[in-house]
C-alpha cells in the first residue's frame, strides 16, 4: 500500500510555471506507475500524464504535451509534474495517483492523494 501527498499548487499567471509534487510513503513507491490527474469545477477527473516505474516511459494528454513534464526520483519516493505555459484552461485540483500499470483512465487507479489547487489568472 502506498500513501501519496501533492505539493506545489497555487496562483500563477498567464505564462508561468509550476512544479508540483507527489510524496509517496511505503516501500514499494518504485513498483508503480505514477500517474497526474486534474479536475476542473463540474467537469469529469481528467488524464494529464503518467510515468512507469523507472521514468522510461511517459504519455502525456494532447493539451498539455509540450509544456508539461512528469518525472519519478524513486530514491527520494516522489513524483513530479512540471508545468510550464500555464493557461487559464490549465486551472483545476490535481491529484497524483499510483498503479501497478500504465494507464490514462482514473478508474484504474488504485490510489489516490488528496489534490492540489492550480490556479492560473489571465
Known amino acids: 500500500q502506498v500513501q501519496l501527498v501533492e505539493s506545489g499548487g497555487g496562483l500563477v499567471q498567464t505564462g508561468g510555471s509550476l512544479r508540483l509534487s507527489c510524496a509517496a510513503t511505503?516501500?514499494?513507491?518504485?513498483?508503480?506507475?505514477m500517474g497526474w490527474f486534474r479536475q476542473a469545477p463540474g467537469k469529469e477527473r481528467e488524464f494529464v500524464a503518467v510515468?512507469?516505474?523507472?521514468?522510461?516511459?511517459?504519455i502525456y494528454a494532447d493539451a498539455v504535451k509540450g509544456r508539461f513534464t512528469i518525472s519519478r526520483d524513486n530514491a527520494k519516493n516522489t513524483m513530479y509534474l512540471q508545468m510550464n505555459s500555464l493557461k487559464p484552461e490549465d486551472t483545476a485540483v490535481y491529484y497524483c495517483?499510483?498503479?501497478?500499470?500504465?494507464?490514462?483512465?482514473?478508474?484504474?487507479?488504485?490510489?489516490w492523494g488528496q489534490g492540489t489547487q492550480v490556479t492560473v489568472s489571465s
Open positions: 511505503g516501500r514499494t513507491f518504485s513498483s508503480y506507475a
Open positions: 510515468i512507469n516505474w523507472n521514468g522510461g516511459m511517459t
Open positions: 495517483a499510483a498503479n501497478t500499470e500504465v494507464t490514462r483512465y482514473y478508474r484504474n487507479y488504485d490510489y
